[in-house]
Each structure stands twice: as C-alpha cells, then as structure tokens.
C-alpha cells in the first residue's frame, strides 16, 4: 500500500471517529450558580473624609415612581443657579431612604442653598417636596419629607 494512500485512509478514519454523536462521558452537572451580594442602593459605603452627607426618608412616594433630589444654589428670585449634589431614586410604596453626598468646598458662603425633589411616573410629574433650606456645610440627617400633590 503506497504511503498517501495510507495517510488518507488514517484521516478519513480520525474523522469518523471525531464525528461521533454520542458523548463519551457523561455530562458535567452543571454546579448552581453562587448567590452574589448585592450591595443596596440605599447603602452608598463609607462617606470619604472630604464628602459631607445630606440623608432622611421620604414619605408618600408610589411604587414605581422616579425621584429626583437636587442639592442647589438659588439666587434671590429662586431661580436654580448651580447644581452641587443630585439623587434618582424609585418609589417602593413604604418611606424610601435617602443619602445625598455633597462636597463642602463647592459649597457657597453667602449663597442660599436648597434640597429641592420631585417625583415623576410614565414621564409625567406627579409629586413634588417643598424646597428645604440648607444653611451648613456639614453632614445632617433631615427630618421625613413628605411629597405633595403636583398642581
């Protein structure tokens, strides 16, 4: 038998035998997969030694509604004039935890500072907080906020 011949033949057979569709072994089980904690969103971690904190609850928010916290400077007429700190949260039905981190460098002297909310559903406004003034600088925990109707 010639050599070629010989190689060919040796193919074709390792291929038949690759080709099988029974397995050889049986099948791995597969092992289930680990439970990985997942860190809540109402647990930011530890507050950096340069960060102060703004945190307190909110009440009357819906399930499923999206809220919006936003730390601002405001001129004398109202009128948001700089942002230093914002917060999205989504409503569970039961008074929803908030912790809004600010730095205190960016944090004007002699300008009036508000913690400002809204909360929204399907992108339509449906409840807003009445602006509450921030005077200092430092980590407070606010008392509950309760959301209002929109008008």
């Given at each position: 038998m010639h050599p070629r011949a010989l190689i060919v033949l040796c193919c074709a057979a390792l291929l038949a035998a690759c080709g099988s569709d029974r397995p050889k072994t049986p099948p791995a089980v597969a092992a289930p997969p680990e439970k990985v904690a997942v860190k809540k969103v109402d647990e930011p971690g530890p507050l950096l030694a340069w960060q102060r904190e703004l945190n307190g609850s909110l009440e009357n928010i819906p399930p499923g509604a999206d809220v919006e916290l936003a730390l601002l400077v405001?001129?004398?007429?109202?009128?948001?004039?700089?942002?230093?700190?914002?917060?999205?949260?989504?409503?569970?039905?039961?008074?929803?935890?908030?912790?809004?981190?600010?730095?205190?460098?960016?944090?004007?002297?002699?300008?009036r500072v508000e913690l400002r909310g809204r909360a929204s559903q399907s992108g339509q406004l449906i409840l807003h907080m009445?602006?509450?003034?921030?005077?200092?600088?430092?980590?407070?925990?606010?008392?509950?906020?309760?959301?209002?109707?929109?008008?």
């Open positions: 405001v001129d004398d007429k109202g009128r948001p004039q700089r942002l230093l700190a914002n917060s999205n949260l989504t409503g569970t039905g039961q008074p929803l935890a908030y912790h809004l981190r600010f730095n205190p460098d960016a944090f004007p002297a002699n300008a009445q602006s509450q003034r921030i005077a200092q600088a430092q980590t407070q925990t606010l008392a509950p906020v309760r959301f209002d109707k929109a008008p």
